[in-house]
């Protein structure tokens, strides 16, 4: 069964970095589309970032984090990493890794694609 576990959030002060981790349990990373949700209250789930499995690795980033939130793969870890810089008060937010098996490569985020999710968490960027 495929688990995702996350980590790294918290409160940051703006400017600041924070990284988020997804460990996937059950399934070898690479084998799964993994894109990052972020959900702030009254507002839709938004999409953030997504790597593909396709094998150039299909990064796409929403143009709010573009520059900011480098996303990358540890397949010694099976972890995706979500790099966050240069934290703004609007990227305030629970962020959710989720997984799928497959190829997702169209640009954009759609929550229903993805069958497997994490417990989310709350990032806070506030002085």
């Known amino acids: 069964q495929v688990q995702l576990v996350e980590s790294g959030g918290g409160l940051v002060q703006p400017g600041g970095s924070l990284r988020r981790s997804c460990v996937v349990s059950?399934?070898?990373?690479?084998?799964?589309?993994i894109g990052w949700f972020r959900e702030d209250p009254g507002k839709e789930r938004e999409g953030v970032s997504r790597i593909s499995t396709t094998p150039d690795s299909a990064i796409w980033y929403a143009d709010s984090v573009k520059g900011r939130f480098p996303l990358s793969r540890d397949h010694i870890e099976n972890t995706v990493i979500l790099q966050m810089n240069s934290l703004k008060p609007e990227d305030t937010a629970v962020y959710y890794c989720?997984?799928?098996?497959?190829?997702?490569?169209?640009?954009?985020?759609?929550?229903?694609?993805?069958?497997?999710w994490g417990q989310g968490i709350q990032v806070t960027v506030s002085s």
């Open positions: 989720a997984a799928d098996p497959r190829a997702i490569v169209i640009p954009g985020l759609k929550p229903y694609e993805y069958i497997h």
């Open positions: 059950g399934a070898t990373v690479e084998d799964y589309t």
